[in-house]
DNA sequence: CTGAAAGCGCTAACAA
DNA sequence: TTGTTAGCGCTTTCAG
């Protein structure tokens, strides 16, 4: 391995002290000559030297570094936010950590004061919300922002969408189609606070309509519990036309070659719909009726809201939400006539 | 923003020196008192001490980051590479930095550049090729791994898949099942080493069944280029059953819409294969045939062969290719009977 | 216009 | 068993 070239390097080769190298660096141009500055650009170029953003960071205290703390980066909302949130930061010179939780308390915290000896610059986390505590210390160091799901912690900001009302929306719509049911199938709730909003809205669409709900709730780690979920389909759509609303894409995944399967005709006999907007749901036929979720503008607001508290350091944020709508998708697995 | 606590305040309270507290935190307690190392221990956790991973850094010349350099974090491919990856570098300390580069070797470039000032430990990157030699001068500083696409650079390990063997017996496959001629799909080679091999093992596959090839390059960003395969096709299968195989999963992705509204029967008439295995691939029917590519495997080999390498740093790697195998899908979408 | 020197937080000889 | 000291590569007063 070579050694590596540092601003002594460039100070004996230039002819000129380090604090002068320094000056170059930082682009205090007008406090050295032509001569000076033209011949530190040349060797610096000749030497290919980099300066080491360790030292920088360390007597600066930053270091360009944002983390992001997402449960699964393999989840379409966090590849899609994370792309959003690099591309607004990454012109300003900041680079990101990835790293997940798989939805372990303890690993977050783990990964969370990881970050924290890394001397991050700023996090955003999708979190468990089980570390809050911690997390409202780290607040007091450096911007926290927590997206897509919502805790009320002093100093953190939230990045959330309006879960509740697209979630209310969409089983709206699903009634005045005219299904007659709308079996919603989600997870157990577990604090997290999307689950509960997207029930919730689901609910109270059904109230408002005086429908009875019908929720299952199912566990991606025990395939059986889908079944129930494709058995109670199969009675359920004999008599009449009902729909299947499930609280996230991946449920619909899962299900949606079972339901398939069942035999009964979409959407007449069966709609079908999910949260969230799977790359393939414009694919199947008829396509899905889904709530795209804004992750590009979610990204890209809280890279620019990280970017703004990062320009002044001092400001501090007390508590904050910032919701943003999705999108919802009526597409032909709803369209029920008759 | 609060004071963060150090080395310094740590030893103060312990009433110790920094270098004890140094040797507390390195785990060297057969050097100091049952009673000194149960102070410090107190102390840091009272205190609520990380150490600085900058001044570590600083000092041992070492980060425990790693960069992964992609075209694009959405991909498939690279979701599920850089998954993988961390999975297998995160229980060893080390980070995960994501950049992007949009397949563009300036930006590229700048991106390798700015991750050599933030000294990380390892670089691994899906290169275009066109920087292989600010790359091969970086891995004479720091381990080098290429995946996804191969290039011959000195010090550079490669982890790659067998494209071009896995496209050739997919094409073998289709044209067994009878389709009388495979339409590949691609694009603009531009370098890209998997695009090359796929279209070689296609080529071969026809060649050796003294089939004549039928290829048509496509672009991405130029919608209209995906019309002229739908002609094509729809011309094509007018008098004998063919198929469509895509030498990616996004080509797929945009074609599939289209050429099922074509109306031709699938398989009967028209055959779909795909090189990747899209999540999706199930979800239509009939299933679509496909390639999947083992990029779990790759990247906790490649993550594997990283720890190897920064565990001992004095070795040098001249050059070394690794090559996994793919793992071919074959759905309802070439299933041709008569 | 330029440089000397202190120090960011930590590690590792070298002493005691 | 513990402490003193010299840096790692950089920025920033403070003095010329």
Redesign the interface.
Known sequence: ??K?VTIQDVARHAGVSITTVSRFLNERYDSMSEATRGRIEAVIRDL?Y??????Q??KGNR???VAAVVV???YPFC??F??SL??TL?PA?Y??????TAGNPDRERAVV???????VDAMVLQTGGQNNDLLA?IA???PVIFVDRKYSVPGVTNVITNNREASEQLTAHILEQGYRRVLYVTEEEDGVHTRKERLQGYLQACHKRSIKPWVITVDRDQKDTFDVVVNAVEDGAKKEPIAVYTGNGLLM?RL??AL?QLGYQVPNQLGLATFDQ???S????PSLTCVGQPVDTMGALTGEMLLQRLGK??ETVSFEVKTIASNLVFGGSTRLHG
């Open positions: 391995m070579d590596r290919g980099r300066p080491n953003a360790l030292a960071g360390l270091t360009k570094i699964n980066m393999s590849v899609g994370m792309r690099n591309q990454s010179g680079h990101l950590f990835v790293s997940e004061q990881s970050l924290q000896a890394q001397r210390a007091t160091q450096m995944m949606y070659p398939v799977p790359d393939w414009g694919l199947v036929q350091p001092d």
